[in-house]
């Protein structure tokens, strides 16, 4: 079996010249003569035209995470659901989502016409509240298990100091994808220079971290690398401020931060179109 990452965009929650707002791609080969299927992380800006532009099928895409409902992670999703109908999709499509976007997201969806009798596939609408902590099993014998973040709570606080919280539940997740005998780990957003630690309980062993840089800190990601099993880092999501550094520049603050311990697995600085192969 052949595990192919590739991350389509890999922007924070403003796009760059350089750089599509974050979709993530799995593609998942059970044997070479299989045609792919893919699992899709965060549907941000641009993602079915990027999907397109990578050679990857709309039609074998069998599940999509929205880690949670900030725009750069679902705005591209529509689209995503719209070409797969033009293509003639009849298999349902899984969309794993906040509890709190399902109903929002349904009435984009259908007030963008992408309805019955329009769309002629199904979408099997999974709130991720409802499963946290407990494997969901999807096409291909993958499981994804999803453990809330807390990268939502400075709004939250936010809006209570205005008593404004209105209905919203700030709902964030995190996600490990079990397929075959590989372990990925998936976070659009963590909350603050060490976020990270928010995936201490459940990030070891694993043998790709999809992660961010938008909130994060370089030096802090390595203090919580070091020593870690974990056998490769991908970093995405990157706050532009971290663009003017160079690769090495940053693979310093990362390795510096990991002190003495090190760090024994290796990184990857993604950029839109990186691909990385388990
Ligand atoms: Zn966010």
């Known amino acids: 079996m052949a595990l192919q990452v590739t991350f389509l965009g890999t922007a924070s929650g403003l796009p760059t010249p350089g750089r599509f707002g974050q979709t993530v791609v799995v593609g998942v080969k059970k044997a070479d003569h299989d045609s792919p299927m893919y699992f899709v992380f965060d549907a941000g800006d641009g993602a079915s035209s990027l999907l397109m532009r990578h050679g990857i099928d709309h039609l074998a895409i069998e599940a999509i995470f929205i880690s949670h409902m900030h725009a750069d992670h679902h705005g591209g999703l529509a689209q995503v659901v719209k070409t ?50 407990r494997p969901i099993p999807l096409a291909g014998d993958a499981h994804l298990t999803a453990v809330a973040n807390t990268h939502l709570n400075g709004y939250r606080r936010r809006l ?47 043998d790709l971290l999809i992660t961010e840089l938008a909130h994060t800190d370089p030096a802090e990601l390595g203090r919580f ?43 990857t600085l993604t950029r839109d179109g990186t691909v990385i192969t388990l």
């Open 160 to 206: 209570e100091q205005l008593s404004k919280q209105g209905s919203y539940r700030f709902e964030s997740y995190s996600c490990a994808l079990d397929i075959d005998s590989k372990r990925l780990v998936y976070t659009g957003n963590l909350r603050g220079a060490s976020g990270h630690d928010e995936l201490v309980s459940f990030v070891e062993p694993c």
């Open 84 to 133: 797969s109908m033009h293509l003639q999709r009849s298999r349902p499509l899984c969309i794993l989502a906040p509890g709190e976007g399902i109903a929002p997201l349904k009435a984009y969806l259908a007030a963008s016409y992408l309805i019955d009798p329009f769309l002629k596939y199904e979408i099997n609408w999974i709130p991720i509240d409802e499963h946290v902590g």
């Open 225 to 267: 690398l070091a020593g870690r099993d974990i056998a490769h880092t991908a970093i995405a999501h990157f706050n532009r401020k971290w663009d003017q550094l160079s690769d090495q520049e940053l693979l310093d603050l990362i390795h510096q931060g990991a002190g003495k311990t090190g760090i024994s697995g290796h990184i």
